[in-house]
């Protein structure tokens, strides 16, 4: 299964409905499915705040899905980074990264 494909509508599916309860607009769509390696991004901005989530599929088998929060000018805050081989996996990962972000705070 290409796991490209399948991050963009589930990072949509299941980010999204926490992002926007907190007031977050978007998915934004950065890179390209169709190359790889690949580095695939999904953003939501709120104000100066943004939430990315990014796959990750490099040669040698290093492939992870890692989200980040960004309020204002600050470092970047991690909310997690698994290792996905496989769409179980990557669901997984997407459902602890939107528990996560849904905790932190406004």
Known sequence: MDL????IAETAA???PVL???DFVG???IGDAGEYPALLTLRWRRG???VETVLVQAYGGDEYVRT???DGAG???A???DAVRNARQLRAALDRHASRVGAAPR
């Open 14 to 16: 299941r980010l999204g």
């Open 48 to 50: 100066s705040a943004v």
């Open 20 to 22: 926007a309860s907190l």
């Open 68 to 70: 980040e929060r960004v």
């Open 79 to 81: 909310v997690g980074q």
């Open 4 to 7: 490209r494909k399948l991050f």
């Open 27 to 29: 998915p934004e769509v």
């Open 75 to 77: 470092e970047p805050t």
